[in-house]
T-cell receptor, first 118, second 113 residues
């Protein structure tokens, strides 16, 4: 089965612009998690979507938003980009795909999108 | 709130030497614990996980970790390092009632010949 896919691989934007990142979970999985991996800060949880709804949100400003489509793919939008938004953005989907009931299941990660803000 | 501390942002070992990467966590409920590895320019790959049962967990590539509740630790070990083990390693915790993961800041493992 295909793994988690993300596009684009790299994205270069300037301050104030908007960025759109895309993720497709493992086929049949309904949950998508977004994480930000910024230099020196490790991985920080951004957003969790399941069955088309936002289930949880990390400590990020509202200009970080997203959505999940009927086919369970997801978009992460970052508005009014700032230099510190430069990071690797990782998407993950859990084995089993059911959100809350899969709390012990590992998450499978995509290769990430490297966002650079100039 | 749950948290994860990884001691040492960088660990250097010689090829063939013991690998020990330290992870301590805090959690108000029994945790589920994970170790992930990230090779350069790649996403994260699961090495091993602890949920319930046996406290010594074996993973891929010869790695293992032991859950010690009294010490709130989940250290990762490998008896003999290979050059191919050079990567960044992340410890993560999930409270049983939540689905999101809390990660440590990562430890870069450097392996010298």
């Amino acid at each position: 089965e295909a793994g988690v896919t993300q596009s684009p691989t790299h994205l270069i934007k300037t301050r104030g612009q908007q960025a759109t990142l895309r993720c497709s979970p493992i086929s049949g999985h309904t949950s998508v998690y977004w994480y930000q991996q910024a230099l020196g800060l490790g991985l920080q949880f951004l957003l969790w979507y399941d069955e088309g709804e936002e289930r949880n949100r990390g400590n990020f400003p509202p200009r970080f938003s997203g959505r999940q489509f009927p086919n369970y793919s997801s978009e992460l939008n970052v508005n009014a980009l700032e230099l510190e938004d430069s990071a690797l953005y990782l998407c993950a989907s859990p084995r089993g795909g059911q959100g809350l009931s899969s709390s012990y299941n590992e998450q499978f990660f995509g290769p990430g999108t490297r966002l650079t803000v100039l | 709130a749950q948290s994860v501390t990884q001691l040492g942002s960088h660990v250097s070992v010689s090829e063939g030497a013991l690998v020990l990467l330290r992870c301590n966590y805090s959690s108000s409920v029994p945790p589920y614990l994970f170790w992930y590895v990230q090779y350069p320019n790649q996403g994260l790959q699961l090495l091993l996980k602890y949920t319930t049962g046996a406290t010594l967990v074996k993973g891929i590539n010869g790695f293992e970790a032991e859950f010690k509740k009294s010490e709130t630790s989940f250290h990762l070990t490998k008896p003999s390092a290979h050059m191919s083990d050079a990567a960044e390693y992340f410890c993560a915790v999930r409270d049983s009632g939540y689905s999101t993961l809390t990660f440590g800041k990562g430890t870069m493992l450097l392996v010298s010949p």
